[in-house]
């Protein structure tokens, strides 16, 4: 397994605002993740972060309101820019290791829009 | 493309009490299953997962679940259950040759004294 760690652990923010999310691994990781589940919802996968090119976003999600870094193999950002009460979910980055079929998650950003 | 359909929103159960939350999927390739359990206010935990071979796998906290292909579904188990049992518990979808998981709607149990 690996331990994950996030920051902030919540947040609450102004509408216009940005916010940059930190997820971090204690150990080196082939692929990073990063998931949002919207208040009494599933997660939906936003993005796959890939380490020293651009992120892969799914459909319904752009680099421009979250874009994403992965400068190593340990550590990641999600930024949620512009904020709407819209986005008020919770965030969170996983990570698959090498050989691994399973994904571990860390423990989520809670993130309240005013 | 996969999909995860779980079955019920809710499940209250007693204390003690079996348990089965039900998971669905659908795919035109092999997969890989997974069961998570999110307790409230914290991330994702895995449960147990099937990759392949035996059908019936075990995971931490007493449960189980079976993988039957002809009626692609994943149930998730547990003979006995616990107060400490109460949280969402999330079905999830890999394409063998994907990279990212589907999951599913969750399932609330709570478990009632």
């Known amino acids: 397994s690996a331990v994950i760690s996030q920051k902030p652990s919540r947040d609450i923010c102004q509408r216009g605002t940005s916010l940059t999310i930190q997820c971090q691994v204690d150990?080196?990781?082939?692929?990073m993740f990063w998931y949002r589940q919207q208040p009494g919802q599933s997660l939906t996968l936003i993005a796959t972060?890939?380490?020293?090119?651009?992120?892969?976003?799914e459909s319904g999600f752009v680099i421009d309101k979250f874009p994403i870094s992965r400068p190593n193999l340990t550590f990641s950002t999600l930024t949620v820019s512009n904020m709407s009460p819209e986005d008020s979910s919770i965030y969170l980055c996983?990570?698959?290791?090498?050989?691994?079929?399973?994904?571990?998650f860390g423990p989520g950003t809670r993130l309240t829009v005013l | 493309a996969q999909s995860v359909t779980q079955l019920d929103s809710q499940v209250p159960v007693f204390e003690e009490a079996p348990v089965e939350l039900r998971c669905n999927y659908s795919s035109s390739v092999s997969v890989y299953l997974f069961w998570y359990v999110q307790y409230p206010n914290q991330g994702l935990q895995l449960l147990l997962k099937y990759l392949s071979g035996s059908t019936l796998v075990k995971g931490i906290n007493g449960f189980e679940a079976e993988f039957n292909k002809s009626q692609t579904s994943f149930h998730l188990r547990k003979p006995s259950v616990h107060i400490s049992d109460t949280a969402e518990y999330f079905c999830a979808v890999s394409e063998t040759r994907a990279q990212k998981l589907v999951f599913g709607q969750g399932t609330r149990l709570t478990i009632n004294p």
């Open positions: 150990s080196q990781v082939t692929m």
């Open positions: 972060a890939n380490q020293g090119s651009e992120a892969t976003y």
């Open positions: 996983s990570v698959r290791l090498a050989g691994a079929r399973e994904q571990f």
